[in-house]
């Protein structure tokens, strides 16, 4: 059964309002889609309160603290792309995976509501290296980056490190062109970078 597709029953409480655990899940699914969006520091904690239809008793039951609900989004985000990318290893090549992550950057540039890399976007708004946002987004990137190499290791690559940075950056320069400039100049030369790294590996195995 595809995840969409699950259906979850829940008790509601009597007096109408939202089950504590719906509650929490809808409060972190709004907060997702608005710090997206509009930027974290834009959006107030009442926006999302009103938004997800709860109480602020309720809010600060779940997460205490509008701090605490912004890691909870950079946290969820990176599970979200941990869980894709390690759901398409087992049945793929790594030169399949490492094609699949540069079509997946590449569809996301076209789709609506598309406004940049969310973790770059977050880190943008927290100048702080050692606040634990900044914290969570840099685990992310070494985890990303990980993945990477050892992809690119698999395939042959004669330099996986390198190769995995060089693709990481050409990944977050195209995101930011695609927002901020010329999105089909950003894909092109993401695309064209990314089979460069991959055609370096290729003629190493061969």
């Known amino acids: 059964m595809h995840p969409e597709e ?34 974290i520091h834009t959006v107030g904690i009442d926006r999302i309160i009103a938004t997800a239809g709860v109480t602020k008793a309720t809010f600060y039951k779940h997460y205490g603290s509008k701090e605490n609900l912004i890691l909870e989004y950079v946290v969820g985000r990176s599970d979200a792309v941990r869980g894709l990318l390690l ?5 793929r090549t790594p030169a399949e995976v490492l094609r699949w992550t540069v079509s997946t950057v590449l569809e996301n540039m076209s789709r609506p509501g598309f406004r940049g890399c969310p973790f770059l976007n977050a880190a943008s708004e927290f100048p702080d290296r050692a606040h634990p946002v900044r914290a969570a987004i840099a685990e992310h990137r070494e985890w990303y980056q990980g993945f990477l190499t050892d992809q690119l290791k698999l395939m042959g690559h004669p330099y996986p490190g390198d190769g995995a940075d060089e693709l990481y950056l050409l990944r977050d320069g195209a995101l930011s062109c695609a927002y901020s400039g010329d999105p089909v100049a950003a894909q092109t030369a993401y695309e064209r970078g990314a089979e460069r790294i991959l055609a370096q590996a290729a003629a190493t195995v061969s």
């Not at 008790?11 to 930027?39: H, I, W």
């Not at 759901?87 to 049945?91: A, L, S, W």
């Open 87 to 91: 759901g398409v290893v087992d049945d």
């Open 6 to 39: 699950t259906i979850v029953v829940v008790d509601t409480p009597q007096d109408g309002s939202k089950p504590a655990s719906a509650a929490k899940a809808r409060l972190l699914e709004v907060a997702d889609d608005l710090f997206y969006s509009e930027g």
